[in-house]
């Protein structure tokens, strides 16, 4: 079965340094990855997605994430982490349901704090 | 701009009184998914419309149910709300074409139960 493991439940960094939070998946074939942002009170955006191609993969508001097939890991950084990125981060795998839908199954998320 | 659209976006309502949240999209897309995010947890899928096909996922309580009348709009109904159905809830819709594509998530509704 699918699933996606995020080990960091919250993480510190200091505004201006860099950033990279953890994402492990579990899936039989190629996966179809993601990153999606959620501030608080809000519904998610996303960041990023892996499909094919190119292993580093580039988002939006400077984040990049990496699919690394052989360590099962699709990792997200950013070089340097502003106060407004301050939010939850949820990874996800995608599988075909049905031969023409997608669904996704989430992580548990990581939650970003800045220190100013 | 097109968007996926929840009201409302803070719900209050009393144990055991049904309640139904709505979902509408300007994206045209075919899929149109119903999440529950509890605090500090990942959304969780409750079922997903293909069109006016219905998919349920396997354990998702009775009590929750959904109608799709266009392709517009998608409710969530909650028959008989309990304290453990507090909770976010997301819509989102997506494209169909064979493979994964990106979910549009609104910006949820935040059910809470007296």
């Known amino acids: 079965a699918q699933s996606v493991t995020q080990p960091d439940i919250h993480i510190t960094v200091s505004e201006g340094a860099s950033l990279e939070l953890r994402c492990n998946y579990s899936?039989?074939?190629?996966?179809?990855l993601f990153w999606y942002v959620q501030s608080p009170g809000q519904g998610l955006q996303l960041l990023l997605k892996y499909f094919s191609g190119d292993t580093l993969v580039q988002g939006i508001k400077g984040f990049e994430a990496e699919f690394k097939r052989s360590q099962s890991s699709f990792n997200l950084r950013k070089p340097s982490v502003h106060w407004s990125d301050a939010a939850e981060y949820f990874c996800?795998?995608?599988?075909?349901?049905?031969?023409?839908?997608?669904?996704?199954?989430f992580g548990k998320g990581t939650k970003l704090s800045v220190k100013p | 701009d097109a968007m996926v659209i929840q009201n409302p976006r803070y719900q209050v309502t009393q144990f055991g009184k049904p309640v139904t949240l709505s979902c509408s999209q300007t994206l045209n897309h075919n899929v149109m998914y119903w999440y529950q995010q509890k605090s500090s947890q990942a959304p969780k899928l409750l079922f997903h419309y293909y069109d006016k096909d219905f998919n349920n996922e396997a354990d998702t309580p009775d009590n929750f149910q959904s109608r799709r009348p266009n392709t517009s709009f998608c409710f969530l109904d909650i028959r008989s709300p309990g304290l453990g159905d507090a909770a976010m809830y997301l819509c989102?819709?997506?494209?169909?074409?064979?493979?994964?594509?990106?979910?549009?998530f609104g910006p949820g509704t935040r059910l809470t139960v007296l």
């Open positions: 989102a819709t997506s494209t169909a074409s064979g493979t994964v594509n990106e979910q549009f």
């Open positions: 996800a795998v995608g599988y075909n349901y049905g031969g023409s839908q997608g669904n996704l199954i």
């Open positions: 899936y039989g074939a190629t996966p179809y």
